[in-house]
């Protein structure tokens, strides 16, 4: 390709608050239209905004998650346009003082780190919602104000991302530093987490950035990169039938899978941004600063990395482990009571955990199975093998007992007497002379028929490599 691409991403998440940024109306998600205002959301005439103490808190949190410098002084800007969903008019945003600038984010794609840049993190309010009735002869839209003033985070980013995977790393790896710091729940399906591109193009080389399109109001990862992969091949096709691309805003159309002109630059807004007279500035001391600080935990980079050189786990599996924060909390308890075990426990959290998970669709938190007995399961294997483990792993979370009484209640500790299985043996080779002689003139596969006979018998509990040592014992004398 002749072109490169370059992208920067802005970023909308919904503050996991109680009440509202100004007011203090629930945020609750999914109540009956309407019954979560008041007239400060409703933005009647006279009404006075009092700010939310816990939404600014985690907005600071947020912007020094992601690096960022932080501004002293801070202050609410109006954002002024007509829309519908808006009842004010305007949108109480910060546009001259905002809390972070100049952050960054460390992603990881292919193996590689590589700095995406954060411009500014700065608060705001949330609109209201359209609802547009189904009916396609429907005159009329309806609107729901229960969103209205729910606190929102705005993060932007510098044009730095310049590939669909460096964009893909870099949403998860926000939406992961997000849900580690406890600021927002980034539920994409109730709206909590949208983003919006920027793209452009320019030939290889050049100094200079190409004409950008904006595109609007995306709401899941995949619909980022759908719309990325489309950008790129329309703009592509322009350039290089030397089109001009113009400048201007689109929207996603999921159903037709295309991009929409929504307005040109010569139509673009006039925000009109002036400071909000009814809310006084905030000063963020150095104090404060520090004590937020100390509230943010250790975020999935740095975990990751951690993970491998101190459990010496793969960096994937380190990645998987770490990609959820009560995931890697589970691992880390695990580890901590099996010390000498950590691939073992990495190994069964990412492949029977998780799998778990997925089909009985609960979180590790909700999960049936504890870090200790999971331990203990794991402690008691070699008693029971690895296949019988498996087992009493699903029976541990159908009945949520722990292994050592599902053991005892089944009775499934391993056969490894070597008397009893000689004598059971020695039954099945009598009663099954055929595959013992063929096992004899070399035909490597009798023996496993052989072994899953006396299985049948010992209903799996015979120890396999006990097994196998008595059967070569007893028929190898043959094949000589
Ligand atoms: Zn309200
Ligand atoms: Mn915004």
Redesign the pocket.
């Known amino acids: 390709m002749k072109y490169e691409v370059v992208m920067g991403l802005?970023t909308?998440a919904e503050l996991d608050t109680e009440s509202k940024l100004f007011c203090g109306c629930s945020t609750k998600f999914g109540s009956e239209p309407n019954t979560q205002t008041c007239p400060v959301c409703l933005g009647l005439p006279g009404v006075l905004p009092v700010m939310n103490k816990k939404a600014f808190e985690h907005s600071l949190k947020a912007a020094l998650a992601l690096n960022c410098e932080i501004s002293n002084f801070t202050n609410f800007d109006r954002?002024s346009y007509y829309y519908p969903d808006l009842p004010k008019n305007y949108?109480v945003?910060q546009n001259y003082f905002n809390i972070g600038n100049n952050g960054y984010v460390d992603i990881v794609v292919k193996g590689k780190e590589k700095r995406i840049g954060i411009h500014n993190v700065?608060l705001?309010e949330e609109a209201g919602k359209l609802v547009h009735p189904e009916t396609s002869d429907a005159n009329y839209s309806l609107v729901d104000f229960n969103r209205a003033g729910v606190p929102?985070l705005?993060i932007v980013t510098q044009p730095d991302m310049r590939s669909v995977e460096e964009v893909e790393s870099y949403m998860q790896t926000l939406r992961n530093i997000l849900l580690y710091i406890g600021v927002s729940d980034c539920k994409m399906q109730e709206g909590s987490l949208r983003f919006e591109a920027s793209i452009s193009l320019r030939e290889k080389g050049a100094n200079f950035l190409g004409k950008r399109v904006e595109i609007k109001n995306l709401n899941s990862m995949k619909a980022v990169l759908k719309v990325i992969a489309y950008e790129i091949s329309r703009q592509t096709a322009l350039l290089d039938k030397g089109e001009d691309v113009l400048m201007e805003t689109r929207l996603w159309d999921d159903i037709d899978s295309v991009s929409r002109r929504m307005r040109s630059k010569e139509e673009a807004h006039d925000y009109r941004y002036f400071p909000e007279p009814d809310l006084v500035p905030v000063w963020i001391d150095q104090e404060w600063i520090d004590e937020t600080r100390t509230t943010i935990p250790e975020l999935p980079v740095g975990k990751r990395q951690r993970f491998v050189n101190e459990y010496t786990i793969s960096d994937y599996d380190a990645g998987i482990l770490t990609e959820d924060k009560p995931l890697a909390d589970y691992f880390e308890e695990c580890v901590k009571m099996a010390q000498d075990s950590p691939k073992e426990l990495s190994n069964w959290i990412i492949n029977d955990v998780l799998r778990e998970l997925n089909e009985r669709k609960t979180s590790v938190q909700d999960f049936a199975i504890s870090p200790k007995m999971l331990v203990e399961l794991i402690k008691i294997k070699p008693t029971i093998g690895s296949s019988i483990a498996k087992d009493v792993f699903v029976e541990m979370i159908n009945t949520g007992k722990n292994a050592a009484s599902i053991v005892k209640e089944k009775n499934l500790t391993q056969m490894d007497d070597v008397s009893e299985l000689n004598d059971i043996v020695a039954k099945v080779i009598e009663e099954n002379p055929k595959a013992a002689e063929d096992y004899s003139q070399g035909k490597k596969s009798a023996l496993t028929f052989l072994i899953g006979q006396t299985m049948k018998i010992t209903k799996g509990k015979a120890n396999p490599k006990i097994l196998t040592e008595i059967f070569e014992e007893r028929l190898s004398a043959g094949s000589k």
Request: avoid cysteine; charge should be negative; hydrophobic fraction near 10%.
């Open positions: 802005e909308h954002k949108q945003s700065h705001e929102l705005e």
